[in-house]
């Protein structure tokens, strides 16, 4: 878990404004995990509908895979998210063992085992930090809404992520501010992100 | 299709042909046909290599009809690897070609005198059989070049590559794709072999001046073919997941969940998943010019596979699929998309499962023969399996053996084939079905079928643990069932869902035939596949002890959640009580 001023005070501002044929260049940032800051103590349903301005609907019809630190989920009521914990989220997904890892779906018992129980019931709603993991046609869907709202990510993986972006993507960039002050892109490209900093807090702006 | 072609490659003077009608066989296809051939007309106690066995090749009951999903070709014979019954199917063109000329099954009977390889076409003329030692020892992509010099373009192809001449226990049958590339594959079981004992290296299909089968009731077929189809088209998986990502869409849900097997079934997670998850995979393959949605057949609508060009731009195999993604990847410990893509297209050549070699490389590691993440070693092993060295056909004869011959304790396997990408200590349900399938670990044999809607047995509440034991009977029972269709068991997921799916998918059957199939029909026909299946493994020597898991599942606490597998013996012996 992280603290919400640990975080603040070691996270450098990196934005980028880009055009929409290079969000896939996001993917491994999206499924690999990033942390956001929200209220925790509350369960998975009130934060994806009531913090992240999901429709019930959608987390309903769309959302039918999530696990809580990598335990696959029934009740989206009952289990609570706490600081730290880890939220990953996918559509239905093939196979057998996909549709086994659906909420509430005909096969969960064939992953009895594993099942996330929540254990107890009272916890406060309080400011905390979760990580979250997007997988599959969520990354497309609800990785723009988070790239927008604003991610942090550690300054490792931004570093390997930044230095790995081919010369295309630096050009689909429209705009690239660092600490709100513009930046010319060979300085990311070599990762010459302020080396003091331990988390970036990205915000991502795809272009329609 | 309403004919059987035998060819007894062991006939004095040379092959001989009987074309015959299906007599009793009348109404099966696909594995139940296989099963039915192979459980009555082959002796279970013979040798898998010997001239006693049958290699079985049969289209679904809906094969080259204008039915969508309906390209699944079944290969069936006694397994040189399991010992038992061997149903092992793929897509790709043959099925559709085989059906629209007319024939049922081909079964390769016999074995020939000497070494000689044969080639065999097959058009609406009919049959001709003739050697061709030029073809020895090719990769399947050269094959299938040459055949396309000698018979046009208009064609479609079963051969075998090197593995299935050198009869090693990996070898896997290929059929040719709609751009005629021979990357879908019979993998499981040592079918290649079985083909390479009759000295068949390929089979050439030219539906050139024949037409599509045509239906009892031409307008209600279309009807229910459109329905099925639009069922397909809006369900999230099938309409929209698959297309995408293809079947490596796992990747990431498994790995998250904990039961992707990683360094030989030692771990849960990958730390590399990201690295070769199915969403990756799409993204490269869109970025070099490949295509990340692509169907195996004519007239798949949910075109789960791809085009995975290399660096600079060009072919270098078809998208590799979720299972082969893991068994040279994490199970190997590998993160390298493109490495593992090359190890996809060897095996392919080379006419290999990729499972089987996957695993038997992952044990070799643990064996201390190479590191785990060594890709350029693993691809160096494949190539030993090429080229027939005695380190190649250790490993080319499969998990076990290999685990065998370096001494290693922890070797994923039921009767003797290597299991499939998901850990049965953290998805305890799925490792009921791998210890229990007549078929050796396999988890195509309980597929997440709509045994909800057929009620298979009675209703099972989801969310208790014991329902286990009944609901990898009901998906075994329903699998076999769709498996004698012919079609694709990707359409499990839509059927699952969505009942008026479902019961489109009878009508195709039912206006086709002029039937009046129902529900408990099609599980009297997965009880009947099953039955067949299971008296012949017990007549081949076969016992409840070879209905286990190995023991270090019982043993060994998979991380992360630290689980063994729970479920007890005399539970498993239950999954065939019906």
């Known amino acids: 878990m992280q603290n919400k001023n640990t975080l603040d005070d070691n996270a450098k501002h990196l934005h980028i404004t880009i055009d929409p044929t290079h969000f896939s260049n996001f993917y491994e940032i999206l499924q690999s995990g990033f942390i956001v800051r929200c209220r925790v103590g509350v369960s998975i349903k009130a934060l994806l509908c009531e913090q992240f301005g999901l429709t019930p609907e959608y987390v309903v019809e769309r959302i039918s895979t999530i696990f809580l630190d990598g335990k696959p989920v029934d009740d989206i009521e009952s289990a609570i998210i706490k600081d730290g914990s880890r939220l990953a989220l996918s559509a239905a997904m093939p196979g057998l063992v996909g549709a086994t890892m659906r909420r509430e779906g005909v096969y969960a018992s064939l992953r009895s ?32 809404i988070f790239l927008k709202r604003g991610i942090f990510v550690t300054f490792p993986a931004m570093a390997t992520f930044l230095t790995k972006q081919p010369d295309n993507f630096w050009k689909a960039c429209k705009e690239i501010l660092l600490d709100r002050k513009p930046v010319v892109y060979s300085i990311l490209q070599k990762s010459n992100l302020p080396a003091q900093c331990d988390w970036v807090f990205l915000t991502v702006l795809i272009l329609n | 299709m309403d004919k059987i072609l035998r060819i007894n490659m062991g006939a004095e003077g040379g092959p001989k042909v009987t074309v015959a009608p299906f007599g009793d066989y009348a109404g099966l296809g696909g594995r139940g046909l296989t099963s039915a051939v192979v459980s009555k007309e082959v002796p279970p106690d013979c040798h898998p290599l010997s001239d006693a066995n049958k290699l079985v090749i049969a289209p679904g009951l809906l094969s080259g ?32 070609v085989l059906a629209r000329l007319g024939y049922g099954a ?22 001709r059989i003739t050697t061709d030692n030029s073809l020895r020892m090719l990769g399947n992509y050269d094959t299938v070049e040459k055949m396309k010099k000698e018979f046009g373009d208009k064609i479609a192809c079963i051969s075998i590559g090197p593995a299935g001449e050198m009869k090693l226990n990996a070898a896997s049958v290929a059929c040719t794709d709609a751009e005629l590339r021979p990357t879908r594959h019979a993998g499981r079981g040592g079918v290649g072999a079985v083909m390479g004992s009759k000295g068949v290296k390929v089979i050439v299909l030219d539906d050139t001046g024949v037409s599509m089968r045509q239906p009892k009731d031409p307008d209600k077929f279309r009807e229910a073919n459109k329905v099925f189809t639009e069922g397909l088209r809006k369900h999230g998986v099938t309409g929209e997941a698959l297309p995408a990502y293809g079947t490596n869409v796992l990747t990431n849900i498994l790995n998250e969940a904990g039961g992707y097997p990683t360094y030989n079934f030692k771990e849960g997670r990958f730390i590399g998943a990201s690295k070769i998850s199915g969403e990756t995979e799409a993204a490269l393959e869109t970025e070099r010019g490949g295509v990340p949605t692509h169907a195996c057949h004519r007239g798949c609508v949910i075109r789960c596979s791809g085009i995975y060009n290399d660096k600079d731009g060009h072919y270098l195999t078809k998208q590799p699929e979720y299972e082969t993604v893991w068994a040279h990847g994490g199970h190997c410990g590998i993160d390298d998309m493109d490495k593992i893509a090359m190890m996809d297209f060897l095996d392919d050549d080379i006419g290999l499962d990729t499972i089987e070699m996957g695993v038997a490389i992952g044990v070799a590691m643990e064996a201390g023969l190479l590191k785990f993440g060594d890709a350029d070693g693993a691809i160096n092993l494949i190539k030993e399996v090429g080229k027939g060295t005695p380190l190649g056909r250790i490993i080319g004869s499969g998990a076990a053996i290999t685990g065998r011959v370096f001494g290693v304790e922890r070797v994923p396997v039921v009767k003797g084939q290597a299991m499939p990408a998901y ?29 909800n809607i057929l009620r298979v047995g009675g209703f099972v509440d989801p969310l208790k643990p014991e329902g286990q034991i009944d609901l990898s009977r009901n998906l075994q029972i329903a699998t076999a069932a769709i498996d004698s269709t012919g079609m694709c068991l990707f359409i499990a997921f839509a059927i699952m869902d969505q009942p008026e799916t479902f019961q489109a998918m009878l009508d195709l059957i039912n206006t086709f035939y002029g039937l009046s199939f129902t529900g408990d029909d099609v599980v009297d026909l997965g009880k009947k596949v099953l039955k067949m299946e299971r008296d012949f493994n017990m007549r081949a020597g076969f016992t409840k002890e070879q209905d286990r898991l190995p023991p270090f599942f019982k043993t060994q606490p998979v991380p992360p959640h630290n689980v063994t597998f729970q479920v007890k013996d005399e539970d498993l012996d239950k999954v065939f009580n019906w």
């Open chain 2, 65 to 96: 009809t204008a039915g969508s999903m309906t390209g699944r070709i079944s290969m069936g014979c006694k397994s040189p690897l399991t010992g038992g019954i061997k149903e092992s199917n793929a897509g790709g063109q043959p099925s559709q």
């Open chain 1, 113 to 144: 085992s594993i099942t996330y129980e929540e254990k107890h019931s009272n916890y406060q709603s309080k400011e905390g930090t979760v990580t979250i993991k997007l997988f599959n046609l969520l990354m497309e869907e609800l990785g723009p």
């Open chain 2, 106 to 127: 081909i079964m390769l009977e016999g074995k020939p005198e000497g070494d000689d390889l044969y080639k065999i076409f097959i058009n609406k003329d009919g049959i």
């Open chain 2, 423 to 451: 850990d049965p200590r953290a998805i305890q349900g799925i490792g009921v079905t791998y210890a229990t399938t007549p078929m050796g670990a396999d988890h195509t044999a309980g597929y997440a079928i709509a045994t």
